[in-house]
C-alpha cells in the first residue's frame, strides 16, 4: 500500500522547560504519554521503531521572535521565508510570501507530483459571501489552497463528517444562528480526520486554538485544550493502517511557557507517528519537513535548500 500522511499543524506550541507555567507538565494526556514516555518538554527526544519526537528550530537564522505568517510559509512551501524577508512577520502573509506560496505551496506541489491532497478544515457561510482573492486577511493555509485551485470545505462537509473544524470539537459554531453544526467527541473528529485518507493521500489539518490560548495566558483552557487534543490524536490513530503516517508539529512557541503570554524561540515539537518515521531523524529545522514529506514518504525528487527563489 501507498504511503498517506495526516500533517497536523498546532499553531503556537513550542517544547518548554519543566516548570509550573508550561501546561504540558500538568496536563493528562494518555494518548500522547503512552507514545512519549513523559511529558513533553525542551528535553524531549525519542527514536524507536514507528515513533520519533524531538524539538526542531522556528527561527531560522533570523534574529527576533518567531512568528506565523512567516514560519507556516516556511511550513509550507519548503522555503526559508524568515530569511527571504529578512525578519519575522505575523499574522497574514504580504505579497512577498504569497509570491512563494503561488510558486510551491504544499498542495500545488502535491497535484504536481499526482498527489491527492486537501486541507482537511471546514469553512463558515460568511467566508464565501466575502470571498475576495485579494483580502489582506487570509491565512498561509487558505493561500496555499488558492495557489492550488483546490477547493474549500463547507459547513456541509463538516456535517458529513468530510471535514474538522480549527476547534477540533465545533464547540465556536454552536451560539452561530441557525446552527446545524453538532458538536462532536475530539475521538470522533480524529476519526473524522483519519478517514479523509479513504480518498485522498496528503490530509493537511490546522488548529490555531494553542496560539489563541498562549495569548491569553490561560492555565485552565491550556490544559484542556491538551487534554482535548490528546483524546482527538487518539481518535486519529486509533486502528490507524500501518500506511497512515501522522506529522505534528507548529511554526513558533507560544502555550509551553504561560509566564508571559507571548511568542517563543524555543524549539518546536517534531513528532512523528509510522513506518517511516526513521526517514525524519535529519530534520532538524521547520523549513526541512516540506522536502523530507515528498522526497521521502511519497518518492519525489528532492528540493535542495539552495534553490533560488
Known sequence: MKNKLIFIFLDGVGLGKNVESNPFTRALMPTMFNLVGEALTNTTNVVKQNF???????????????????GQSSLFTGYNAQAFLGHH????????????????????????????SIFANS???????????????????????????????????????????????????????NNKIPLITPFIAGENLKNLTKDHDLILYECFL?????????????????????????????????????????DHGNIEDLSFGGHSKNEVPFIFI????????????????????????????????????
Open 210 to 250: 494553542p496560539d489563541l490560548i498562549g495569548h491569553r495566558k490561560d492555565m485552565n483552557k491550556s490544559i484542556m485544550f491538551l487534554e482535548m487534543f490528546d483524546e482527538f490524536l487518539n481518535g486519529v490513530i486509533h486502528d490507524k493502517p500501518e500506511n497512515i503516517h501522522v506529522l505534528i508539529t507548529s
Open 274 to 309: 509510522g513506518k517511516e518515521a526513521h526517514h525524519f531523524l535529519k530534520v532538524r529545522a521547520i523549513d526541512e519537513i516540506f522536502n523530507a514529506i515528498f522526497s521521502k514518504l511519497f518518492n519525489t525528487a528532492s528540493i535542495t535548500k539552495l534553490e533560488k527563489i
Open 123 to 177: 469553512y463558515t457561510d460568511g467566508f464565501f459571501k466575502s470571498f475576495n482573492t485579494n483580502s489582506p486577511n487570509y491565512s498561509v493555509t487558505t493561500r496555499c489552497v488558492l495557489a492550488a485551485k483546490n477547493s474549500f470545505n463547507t459547513m456541509n462537509d463538516l456535517i458529513e463528517g468530510r471535514a474538522v473544524h480549527w476547534d477540533i470539537t465545533n464547540l465556536t459554531l454552536q451560539d452561530v444562528s
Open 52 to 70: 520519533l519526537v524531538k524539538g526542531i528550530d522556528a527561527c531560522l537564522g533570523v534574529e527576533g521572535v518567531p512568528q506565523s505568517a512567516t
Open 89 to 116: 512577520l505575523m499574522a497574514y502573509p504580504n505579497d512577498q510570501l504569497i509570491s512563494l506560496i503561488n510558486k510551491r505551496s504544499i498542495f500545488k506541489y502535491a497535484n504536481e507530483n499526482y498527489i491527492k
